[in-house]
């Protein structure tokens, strides 16, 4: 499945149809593109371009829909903060039950100051430090996933000097292949991720023998952006052996963590199916008596946020459309090859025939495209655009290349809205920069 490359077979949907697959976006004929109930017009207007929308009333709907259809079976959401860990979006999470799945001392820092307790906090990630592992079991992380046998003797170590248990669930490496684009794949054999299956029940039983540890379970993590269920059914099989064969053996093994990855709709299709999801959990954990968690980040946040833009110009005969965003602002289609949904702000520019253009940013290097070929009705400069489905990877992964400032953030909730994020200035860019006295002038 050509998830995220744009070289696809498949016709780009029409503006309308990439409208009527998302129930929080509508076109108005006066106001243009709505999100929620705000104009997206009155958000450029007043913040200028590029600038990222969220929309809150988005996400909480989402992860209601999740939960529901989750609610029958003993689990636990843990948003992936790294999806985007913006504090604002972190409340909404959390007052909607969610905990956090975090993967550095920073995220751990921001789900905190959000409000997440840490007993709600699971820490995972391949490479966490001492001194991560210290601040985290200090203030009584709930969970750390472990992924080597090095982790499991470091955790071990820090405990004891602190006087505490660490609560681990071992993060097991199942080699299957997610589908999915080979840079977010992360369950195969050959990734950096997990401990391999074959060595995880005598790490296991490894674990339940050290002091300051106590081993809670078992953890995996596929991949991301997972549209078809066969990988996570097969994944899911092998974890549910793994607790059948530790328990076999006298290991008391509470939970399993599933992971995130439920994939969505960039084009005009509505992605993993939360009830499809449930099925593929309960059918391989039903009747195992053990907590289940999951860490979903895009499915909850992606479609929820938009990055507008203006065109700047057109060129070789409209053959290119430059705009004001960038690979800076948004990464994922020069690191990805993703295919983001592009679609005019204004009513007037959206109808009209479509002809295939390359959108492109102002940065220095071929890669800054966000759409090759793609088929939309003229644009010309001043128009604004929104590249959609942008919630998720989007600003987190920003940087400032070209000395481009980090563009604001606005967050819409039904018909209000506010900055959550000034643009950054020009000044900004260089104030945490110091010039020794030892160079000229
Ligand atoms: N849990 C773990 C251990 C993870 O590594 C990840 C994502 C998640 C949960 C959340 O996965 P999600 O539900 O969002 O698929 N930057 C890439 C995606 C990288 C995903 C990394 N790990 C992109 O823009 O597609």
């Known amino acids: 499945m050509q998830v995220h490359a744009q070289a696809s077979d498949e016709a780009d949907p029409a503006v309308a149809e990439l409208i009527a697959a998302r129930p929080h976006l509508s076109m108005h004929p006066m106001d243009g593109l709505v999100l929620e109930d705000v104009p997206l017009n009155a958000v450029a207007d007043a913040l200028g371009t590029p600038v990222w929308v969220y929309g809150a009333g988005t996400m909480r709907r989402r992860l209601a829909e999740l939960t529901s259809a989750l609610s029958d079976l003993p689990i636990h ?83 004891r000097a602190l006087g505490r248990t660490a609560p681990v669930a071992l993060r097991i490496n199942p080699d299957v292949d997610a589908g999915t684009h080979a840079k977010i794949t992360t369950g195969k054999a050959e990734n950096k991720f997990g401990i391999p299956y074959a060595e995880a029940a005598a790490l296991y039983a490894h674990a339940a023998s050290l002091p300051g540890i106590e081993p809670v379970g078992i953890a995996l993590h596929i991949g991301s952006q997972i549209l078809s269920f066969a990988p996570y059914r097969a994944a899911y099989a092998r974890a549910a052996d793994l607790v059948r064969d530790l328990r076999a053996g006298g290991q008391r093994v509470a939970r399993v963590d599933c992971g995130g990855g439920l994939g969505i709709g960039y084009r005009d299709d509505s992605g993993a199916s939360p009830i499809a999801f449930a099925g593929a959990l309960r059918g391989a954990f039903a009747g195992l008596d053990v907590e289940l968690m999951v860490e979903p980040g895009r499915w909850l946040v992606g479609p929820a946020g938009l990055l507008l833009s203006t065109v700047v110009l057109t060129k070789a005969d409209e053959k290119f459309v430059v705009i004001d965003a960038a690979m800076n602002d948004l990464v994922r289609p020069a690191m990805y090859d993703a295919w983001h949904a592009i679609v005019p702000l204004s009513a007037g520019n959206a109808v009209g025939a479509a002809r295939p253009v390359d959108v492109v940013g102002p940065v220095c290097e071929s890669g800054d495209t966000f759409a090759n070929a793609r088929l939309l009705p003229a644009l010309a400069a001043g128009d604004r655009v929104a590249i959609l489905d942008a919630g998720a990877y989007g600003a987190v992964m920003s940087s400032t290349y070209n000395a481009r400032p980090l563009a604001p953030i606005a967050l819409v909730d039904g018909s209000r809205w506010a900055v959550i994020r000034p643009r950054q200035s020009i000044s900004d860019l260089w104030a945490m920069e110091r010039v020794p006295d030892f160079l000229p002038g």
Do not use: C, P, W
């Open 77 to 159: 959401i843990h948003y992936a903060v790294k999806a985007n860990d913006h504090l604002a979006v972190l409340k909404i999470f959390a007052a909607g039950g969610a905990g956090a799945d975090v993967v550095s001392e920073g995220e751990f820092a921001r789900a905190r100051h959000a409000g997440i307790a840490a007993r709600d906090i699971v820490f995972s990630g391949v490479g966490k430090t001492v001194a991560e592992l210290r601040l985290a079991l200090a203030q009584g992380v709930g969970q750390i996933n472990v992924e080597s046998a090095a982790e499991l003797a470091m955790i071990s170590e820090v405990a």
